[in-house]
């Protein structure tokens, strides 16, 4: 009797988030929708609204909850319905929506700023076409500003 032994390696990719938290705004600008990660845990989606008319602008919420970050996946959990959204953390800047009702799985939630656990701004900055552009500003937990990085169209600028 003869055996054949077939071996498989399976790679393992750890998460790309490197930080604990995803405390912050998020915003898709097409679809006039933002998410807001709060302490502890707590998440609030909403759609904005412009009126050039009257040159204000309005919100309406259509979501909250609390909210888990597992390895690379956030869940969100509606505290009305108590279902379950998910998004993909692409990286600490950007969250894909995997099955968000309305949302397509193409959008992507832009980081606007990040705040540490300790509720410190951890960056903040601004996105223009899909691309990092103008001034970025990171800072450590104690508040403090660590570097700024100007970029235009994605690039970074020396």
Not at 4 to 16: A, K, M
Not at 116 to 128: D, F, H, I, S
């Amino acid at each position: 009797m003869e055996w054949l032994v077939i071996c498989c390696l399976l790679s393992y990719h750890p998460p790309v988030i490197v930080s604990d938290t995803l405390y912050g705004t998020y915003n898709i600008p097409k679809e006039q929708i933002s998410l807001n990660l709060s302490p502890p845990n707590n998440y609030t989606m909403f759609m904005t609204q412009y009126n050039q008319r009257r040159e204000s602008v309005s919100s309406q919420e259509i979501s909250h909850g609390q909210f888990l970050l597992v390895a690379d996946t956030v869940i969100l959990e509606d505290a009305t319905s108590g279902k379950a959204m998910k998004l993909l953390a692409a990286d600490e800047e950007k969250l894909q929506p995997l099955n968000v009702p309305g949302l397509s799985k193409k959008a992507k939630f832009l980081g606007q700023n990040q705040y540490y656990a300790n509720g410190k701004l951890k960056w903040e900055g601004e996105w223009r076409r899909g691309k990092k552009h103008g001034t970025w500003f990171y800072y450590d937990e104690q508040g403090d500003l660590i570097k700024s990085v100007r970029y235009r169209r994605g690039k970074k600028v020396e």
